[in-house]
């Protein structure tokens, strides 16, 4: 503690004030985000995240020249917990980095529960992680949590301040005042640009902007979702009838984000008298998640926050319908017992996990649903089942099985933790004054071409949508 506090104090080099970006991770594609910030005084590393899809090249650019040596690097900050932008963070350490981390509270939580997963699951696929247990507690010792608002001095030349993203748990957009102000960057990290169940809208009230990097994955023209009240219809409608025909209904869900969302959703259905309460059973890591957000209640929205701390039987996340699965042999039970139920069960992309065994077991019978909520990347068995494949091969146990579907199956895309790209543009339009560059990622050149040149004919400002290793000069 000391020692960052030396380093962040030491004298400033006199001559020119200068800075520039350079994209090491999610530019032009979506995974391991990882931006790198340069000054005549500093260097900063905001997001370290793993590329999910690829099991070749799953790390960011650590090698680019302004990288290295990675000892030189004076801090690290965190837009949110998920893996494509926190994954890789423990290999730093790994590397030798030595140095702060900057994140929420919640960010500090999920990072540990997600990363120990990421662990946990390469090693039961037999791929190899590049880091162990080790590296995560050094990594966890290194962390400096800073609640929405505060303004830190991370540099001598550089104040960081968060604020809400509306993404998942704890996610913030990262405003940096550089040089006394002379240049502002806002990096609005993943972002939902709506008030959902769990959060409110993104914060755009930031004291200045001159640079914003903007997320593009639903950037395109043509991205448009629906809103959470269709949502919840839909999901409303597929629940009744599933149940009124004796069926029951699978959820792949990510652990973070997504399953809070639909179990609110649901607890508000089965409150309200919509439909007939069954069990609704929670497996894979939903638990902790969820215990998670219980103890952060000033990350959620002020409703969401009054009833966990009533304490009056109005606390969601705890309504007696919902139940974990703990152990093998209960999930066992559920899966021969013929009563209509709901599984909400991990992996969101059907990649592995619980769900798998439910999906296997209930996949052919008609009177069964499969219900997905969240994003499913191309190559996943998520994708091949949403574009309508009649059977589908599964390993299970080391044998290959053929899996007949023939349950109904639905996606509800209102339930989304990104903006579309409705929301992207309606967020921009409320940033005043308006940013006088916008760099656009976390999205394929075609999403973020598009979405920078519709900014570009509407703000007059400058876009860019450069590749991995591309470097921006900002002032
Ligand atoms: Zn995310
Ligand atoms: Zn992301």
């Keep these: 503690m000391k020692d960052f506090g030396l380093n962040i104090y030491r004298p400033t080099r006199p001559g020119q004030q200068w800075?520039?970006?350079?994209?090491?991770?999610?530019?032009?594609?979506?995974?391991?985000?990882?931006?790198?910030?340069t000054t005549n005084e500093s260097r900063v590393m905001v997001d370290v995240g793993v590329n999910i899809a690829s099991d070749t090249d799953p790390m960011p650019y650590f090698t680019a020249p302004e990288a290295l040596p990675i000892e030189k690097l004076d801090a690290v900050v965190l837009t949110h917990s998920h893996l494509d932008h926190a994954g890789m963070l423990p290999v730093l350490f790994k590397y030798g980095y030595k140095g702060p981390v900057y994140c929420t509270p919640p960010t500090r939580d999920l990072m540990l529960l997600l990363q120990t997963d990421y662990l946990k699951v390469s090693g039961a696929e037999g791929k190899r992680c590049p880091y162990d247990m080790e590296d995560i507690r050094t990594c966890m010792k290194h962390v400096v949590d800073v609640n929405w608002g505060e303004t830190t001095q991370i540099t001598p030349d550089i104040k960081l301040t968060f604020s809400n993203a509306g993404h998942i748990l704890g996610s913030s957009a990262v405003h940096l005042q550089i040089g006394d102000g002379k240049h502002n960057i806002v990096l609005s990290g993943d972002q939902k640009y709506e008030k959902s169940w769990l959060f409110d809208a993104a914060n755009t009230k930031f004291p200045r902007v001159e640079t914003l990097v903007l997320e593009s994955t639903y950037g395109a023209s043509g991205d448009y979702q629906p809103s959470r009240q269709e949502a919840n219809q839909e999901l409303q409608d597929i629940v009744s009838r599933t149940l009124r025909r004796g069926g029951k209904i699978i959820c792949p869900v990510f652990a973070v984000g997504r399953s809070q969302e639909v179990m609110i959703a649901i607890d508000e259905l089965f409150r309200s008298g919509a439909v007939k309460p069954v069990p609704v059973w929670l497996d894979g890591m939903i638990q902790e998640a969820t215990a998670i957000h219980a103890s952060h209640p000033d990350y959620l929205t002020s409703s969401l926050r009054k009833s966990l701390l009533q304490d009056d039987g109005e606390n969601p996340f705890t309504s007696a319908w919902f139940r974990p699965v703990k152990g093998r042999e209960l999930r066992d039970s559920i899966i021969h017992d013929s009563s209509?139920?709901?599984?909400?069960?991990?992996?969101?992309?059907?990649?592995?996990?619980?769900?798998?065994?439910?999906?296997?077991?209930?996949?052919?019978?008609?009177?069964?649903?499969?219900?997905?909520?969240?994003?499913?990347?191309?190559?996943?068995?998520?994708?091949?089942?949403?574009?309508?494949?009649?059977?589908?091969?599964?390993?299970?146990?080391?044998?290959?099985?053929?899996?007949?579907?023939?349950?109904?199956?639905?996606?509800?895309?209102?339930?989304?933790?990104?903006?579309?790209?409705?929301?992207?543009?309606?967020?921009?339009?409320?940033?005043?004054?308006?940013?006088?560059?916008?760099?656009?990622?976390?999205?394929?050149?075609?999403?973020?071409?598009?979405?920078?040149?519709?900014?570009?004919?509407?703000?007059?400002?400058?876009?860019?949508?450069?590749?991995?290793?591309?470097?921006?000069?900002?002032?």
């Design 340 to 475: 209509p139920c709901i599984v909400l069960a991990t992996s969101g992309m059907m990649s592995g996990g619980p769900v798998m065994e439910y999906f296997k077991h209930w996949a052919h019978e008609e009177r069964n649903s499969l219900c997905f909520v969240g994003y499913q990347a191309e190559g996943t068995l998520g994708r091949r089942l949403q574009k309508g494949f009649g059977e589908v091969p599964m390993v299970m146990n080391g044998k290959t099985e053929i899996v007949k579907v023939g349950c109904e199956m639905l996606t509800i895309d209102g339930f989304s933790g990104h903006s579309d790209r409705r929301q992207l543009l309606e967020f921009v339009d409320q940033i005043n004054p308006k940013p006088q560059n916008i760099i656009c990622h976390h999205g394929d050149y075609f999403k973020c071409n598009e979405l920078g040149r519709t900014l570009r004919d509407r703000y007059k400002c400058r876009t860019y949508a450069p590749k991995n290793l591309e470097t921006v000069r900002l002032m």
């Design 19 to 37: 800075a520039r970006l350079t994209a090491l991770g999610s530019y032009r594609e979506v995974g391991r985000a990882c931006h790198y910030i």
